[in-house]
């Protein structure tokens, strides 16, 4: 894919063992989207390694302290504060090249989940970008924010139903638990399968930890 660098994805602080997809969000974004729009950006946006190369990035988070450690980063040209379901009431239709929803949809039910799929579907002009759990994925609330809770799951099959094209991350998905932990010990060993593995799961994403979905809604 076009627009790779060398960099290496800032979301390798949260979990310094898993897959690096930054290449892969990179190369989906950089020459096709000058502008994008982050639902949920959360404190390190998985755009920060090459966020300055767009012309122009918007992130919109409902935990104020999330904006204000991404603002000190600064990943996005603008913030806002906000609930992730009401972007529709701000942003219009096609007003940003991209929508990027990194680790959001799992949060929602599953019929919000949707609503705000087809909401970004209707302000992205090119393509929109979702990374979530393969399926549900148990986790409770933490860092002091209450909508870290995942309430529904996201399957590769529901993915294509939808329109997304699917590429499996972070390696075999018996191999991780809640918050990307290594499954069984030694964590070591384990975390070296789950390295082998993720060339495999990429081209069968059903067998995935974590999933990475695109549409291209220009194309449509």
């Not at 190369?53 to 991404?70: F, K, N």
């Not at 949707?114 to 986790?139: M, S």
């Not at 993915?159 to 094209?165: A, N, S």
Request: glycine share 8%; proline share 5%; aromatic share 10%.
């Amino acid at each position: 894919m076009a627009g790779r660098t060398s960099r290496r994805l800032a979301f390798a602080d949260f979990r310094p063992d898993f897959h690096d997809y930054a290449d892969d969000l990179e190369g989906e974004i950089v020459g096709s989207c000058r502008t994008v729009l982050d639902v949920g950006c959360g404190a390190n946006s998985p755009l920060r390694p090459f966020s300055a190369r767009l012309g122009y990035t918007v992130g919109v988070d409902s935990h104020a302290p999330s904006i204000e450690r991404s603002r000190a980063k600064g990943i996005h040209r603008e913030y806002r504060l906000m609930d992730v379901r009401d972007v529709h009431a701000v942003f219009g239709d096609a007003s940003f090249d991209g929508v990027l929803l990194s680790d959001v949809i799992e949060h929602l039910p599953a019929s919000e989940g949707l609503d705000l799929l087809h909401h970004a579907e209707r302000i992205a002009r090119r393509k929109v970008v979702v990374f979530t759990p393969n399926g549900f994925l148990p986790q409770d609330e933490f860092d002091g924010n209450l909508r870290q809770e995942h309430l529904s799951g996201w399957t590769t099959r529901r993915m294509r139903d939808l329109g997304y094209r699917v590429t499996g991350i972070n390696g075999w998905r018996p191999l991780r638990t809640s918050h990307g932990r290594i499954t069984w010990k030694p964590e070591p060993l384990w975390r070296w399968v789950s390295r082998f593995t993720q060339p495999l799961v990429a081209r069968w994403p059903e067998q995935a930890f974590q999933l990475l979905c695109v549409k291209d809604v220009g194309a449509a």
